[in-house]
C-alpha cells in the first residue's frame, strides 16, 4: 500500500491511517505488514520492522491516543491523563540507531523505536511554534489535521490533492449550474 505524506510531520502523517473518523472509519493499518511498510514510506527506517499484531495494536492505541491530544490542542480542550502517559511512555523508549555507512546514513529500529519517533513528534507538536499553525482541514469529511505554513495564514485543506481538488470541482460546478440560463 502507498501511503499519503503531506502533512511535514511524522505524527500529522500517521493520525490519518485512520481515515474520516465518525464517517467511513477507514483503517489503513488493517495488517501487521501496513505498519512496517508506513515506516519505511515515512523514512523513520530504512527497512521494514518486523511487527506482530500486538505491535499493530500498540500503534493503533498510540494513534488514538495521540489524535485525541493532537484534537486537545487544536479545540482547546482538556487532555485525558491515560492519554499523556500512553504517549510519554512510548517517547521514552529507544529511537531508531543512525549509522553513517559510504552510501549515506541508514536508520533501523524495532516497532517500539517508530512509535517513540512519533509520540516525541506528538509532543514537540505540543511544544512548538507548529501548534499555533495547526487546523482542521474544512473538508466535512476529512478528519486530517495540518499546519498552515501559508503566507496568509488562510490554507483551508490539508492538501491540494484529494480535499482541495474535491472543494475547487466543486465550486465550479456550483457556478455552471448557477451561470446556466
Known amino acids: 500500500m502507498e501511503f499519503e505524506f503531506i502533512a511535514d510531520r511524522p505524527v500529522l502523517d500517521f493520525l490519518p ?30 527497512r521494514p520492522p518486523s511487527v506482530d499484531d500486538a505491535g499493530l495494536q500498540r500503534a493503533r492505541e498510540l494513534r488514538e491516543a495521540m489524535f485525541r491530544l493532537v484534537r486537545a490542542l487544536l479545540d482547546g480542550g482538556g487532555t485525558d491523563p491515560a492519554d499523556r502517559r500512553l504517549v510519554n511512555a512510548a517517547a521514552a523508549r529507544p529511537l531508531p540507531a543512525l549509522r553513517l555507512e559510504p552510501d549515506g546514513v541508514h536508520r533501523t529500529g524495532d516497532t517500539d523505536a517508530v512509535l517513540a519517533v512519533l ?17 482542521w482541514c474544512a473538508d466535512e469529511n476529512c478528519t486530517r489535521p495540518f499546519i498552515d505554513r501559508s503566507r496568509g495564514m488562510r490554507r483551508r485543506w490539508c492538501g491540494m490533492r484529494g480535499c482541495g481538488d474535491r472543494a475547487k470541482a466543486a465550486a465550479y460546478r456550483r457556478r455552471q449550474r448557477q451561470a446556466a440560463p
Open 119 to 135: 509520540a516525541r513528534d506528538c509532543l514537540e507538536l505540543h511544544a512548538g511554534d507548529d501548534r499555533h499553525a495547526l487546523r
Open 17 to 46: 491511517t485512520l481515515t474520516e473518523r465518525g464517517h467511513t472509519d477507514g483503517e489503513l493499518l488493517a495488517s501487521p505488514r501496513d505498519l512496517a511498510d508506513w515506516a519505511v514510506q515515512a523514512g523513520i527506517v530504512d
